[in-house]
């Protein structure tokens, strides 16, 4: 079905979307985005569980753009988004600056504080270095529990709602337009860094750090980068939960986001953008099913009600497990399997 | 509007010196890793627009030599100059990527391509040393950016030509056949558009039509753009062949120096390689 198309200039060739085909996939989710929230008749539940994607969705990629295309293991995702949302949440409720300033200003503080933090990646590699962000995410959030004059301590931190005029924002309804529109932001931003000498430097560090030097990447000034810019949608990510939330704790952004985080990355496909979106999708989705399949068999199986929990944790855990087995590369992967399978349909061989 | 012909359009020299003069002197550099010595006061020049071939014995430092040179050994004593721009750089002082920047580029003996990423890409990750886009107008994709993400894309079409490539223009190198990814490592170099172009076994694991192909491609850049090349190889035809002058090392020694005919009647040389 994509045959037949012709570039007739670099241009185009060079474009994101190189095909009418691709063109009408992204066309129909941007689509699907837009009518979401009237499809589900405007149901607060279900433009929840969107709102989560969408703010895991940024944070995913940001993630992906350090370690996926990067080859910079990181830990400290939780902590990073800490930042982000205790920056945000501290200067709303504080010092009153309107909310929509505070998340640019929460993703360059975000990103500053990144880069300091990969700074141990110009001696560390690997598990080394995913052990020295594990500390960035422990300094972090012991400083957020004890830094009690600023950030409140180990007490919630509570963000007025942000308001547009009179209009308060925080419904889900209302802040569905606001984390889509900046996921959308996140993701054009991201494809074009790759398709520039930023994104290859940082994919010629992953791939090849020795070549990538004598190529003339000054690696150690491209890392930082790359934890800057990652953290910099990070920051973003964390400043939208403290908005939406209106509430923001400590505990929130534990070791958990940041394994949760990477997860995320590696079912959904490192490197890859859609891969960001798919893996956040699907590490929302899954507990949310299983928790309404765990409902709905309560009554069917009253001696088991106790283990329901249980299992829900298992089956998370195993559907993890066999995911990694069966297609290590991720949901990208099947993606991009179905598309190769229709490239040539109905001729395929 | 006249017919253009493909090819060639863009120079690939990134050298500002006239054929013949001095280039790169390496001068007595000594090289130890702890007690074990890969080099002991080597040194030598490498002169504009010549093939200057290194052979030697396996362990002879043909590249510690290499790696020396770009910055990813540091020599104990010694110095190595680089003329270029109208400057005199001490790589000897230098980090790789300025190094690279100043205008050396090198292929590695064991591929080190960015095997995830596709030809295409591979090859202008070569040009990164002379890309300016921000990273503010990078993440926009806005004009500067794009504009000069267009314009490089049309000076790697040449080198994909040069190198009869364009077939695989869009395969990821990791998928490619051994032959093909030394092709597209060369590839890579020359997208720096280097002055000086350092090739660690370009032909290694090949097999004759391949060197032959290989062979071609080193004299077009040399011969069709004047880059200066220093070559390691292990293949006596090839260096007799191809090269303007050998050097040759032997435990961390330079033991002959000259024309391929002169190296090859060398009795040191001819020792160094038969043995008494």
Redo the contacts between chains.
């Keep these: 079905m994509i045959s037949g198309t012709f570039h007739t200039s670099?241009?185009s060739?060079?474009a994101l979307r190189r095909t009418w085909l691709e063109r009408l996939r992204l066309g129909l989710f941007i689509a699907f985005v837009l009518a979401f929230p009237f499809l589900v008749g405007k149901k607060p539940y279900p433009i929840f569980l969107m709102n989560q994607i969408g703010i895991a969705t940024i944070g995913a990629i940001g993630l992906n753009i350090l370690v996926g295309y990067t080859g910079q293991i990181s830990l400290g995702q939780g902590a990073f988004m800490a930042v982000g949302a205790y920056t945000a949440g501290i200067l709303t409720a504080r010092f009153g600056v309107p909310w929509w300033l505070t998340i640019p200003i929460a993703a360059l503080v975000t990103a500053a504080i990144g880069a300091v933090f990969g700074i141990p990646s110009l001696r560390l590699k690997g598990l080394y270095l995913a052990i020295a962000t594990l500390a960035a995410q422990e300094i972090i959030i012991w400083v957020v529990t004890h830094w009690e004059a600023v950030t409140g301590g180990v007490d919630a931190l509570v963000v007025p709602p942000p308001m547009l005029g009179s209009l308060r924002m925080n419904t889900d309804f209302r802040f569905y337009w606001i984390i889509w529109a900046l996921a959308g932001v996140t993701a054009l931003?991201t494809a074009?860094?790759f398709?520039?000498?930023?994104?290859?430097?940082f994919?010629?560090i992953?791939?090849?750090d020795?070549?990538?030097?004598?190529?003339?990447?000054?690696?150690f000034a491209y890392k930082l980068?790359a934890f800057a810019?990652s953290s910099f949608f990070v920051g973003v990510t964390g400043a939208l939960i403290a908005h939406y939330r209106g509430i923001v704790t400590w505990e929130r952004f534990t070791i958990d986001v940041s394994v949760l985080y990477l997860a995320m990355i590696i079912i959904g496909g490192l490197?890859s953008i859609s891969g960001s979106l798919f893996g956040a999708a699907f590490m929302t989705l899954l507990p949310a099913l299983l928790t309404n399949l765990g409902r709905s068999l309560r009554g069917v199986f009253p001696a088991m009600d106790e283990f329901i929990p249980y299992l829900q944790q298992a089956s998370f855990g195993l559907v993890i497990i066999l995911f990694l087995i069966l297609e290590p590369e991720g949901l990208k992967k099947i993606w991009d399997d179905i598309k190769n399978y229709f490239a040539l349909w109905p001729f395929s061989y | 509007m006249p017919l253009q012909l493909r090819g060639f359009r863009h120079p690939l020299n990134g050298s500002t010196l006239e054929p013949g003069q001095t280039q790169l002197r390496v001068e007595n550099i000594h090289l130890a890793f702890g007690g074990v010595g890969a080099l002991a006061g080597v040194s030598l020049e490498v002169r504009q627009s010549e093939i200057l071939a290194i052979i030697g014995p396996n362990g002879a430092g043909k590249t510690s030599l290499l790696n020396s040179i770009s910055g990813l050994y540091h020599p104990q004593k010694g110095r190595i100059v680089f003329y270029n721009h109208g400057r005199e750089y001490e790589l000897t002082r230098m980090k790789p990527h300025q190094i690279a920047a100043a205008g050396v580029a090198r292929s590695f003996q064991n591929i080190e391509l960015f095997r995830h990423m596709t030809v295409l890409d591979n090859l202008m990750s070569g040009a990164h040393v002379h890309m300016r886009a921000g990273l503010f107008s990078s993440l926009f994709y806005w004009g500067p950016a794009q504009r000069e993400q267009i314009a490089f894309r049309d000076f790697i079409e040449d080198i994909i030509d040069l190198l009869e490539i364009p077939a695989i223009r869009y395969k990821k190198v990791g998928a490619l056949a051994y032959g093909l990814q030394k092709r597209v490592e060369l590839g890579r170099a020359l997208a720096m558009r280097p002055a000086l172009l350092l090739l660690d076994e370009p032909m290694a694991g090949m097999n004759t039509e391949e060197k032959e192909d290989m062979a071609r491609f080193i004299l077009d850049v040399n011969e069709e753009h004047g880059v200066t090349i220093v070559l390691i190889e292990h293949d006596m035809g090839v260096v007799m062949d191809i090269s303007d002058r050998v050097v040759v090392l032997n435990f961390g020694r330079k033991i002959a120096e000259g024309t391929p005919e002169e190296v090859s009647k060398n009795p040191a040389v001819i020792e160094a390689y038969l043995g008494h």
């Design positions: 670099y241009r060739d060079m931003l074009n860094l398709r520039t000498r930023y994104g290859r430097a994919i010629a992953r791939d090849q020795i070549a990538a030097e004598v190529m003339g990447v000054n690696v980068l810019v490197g």
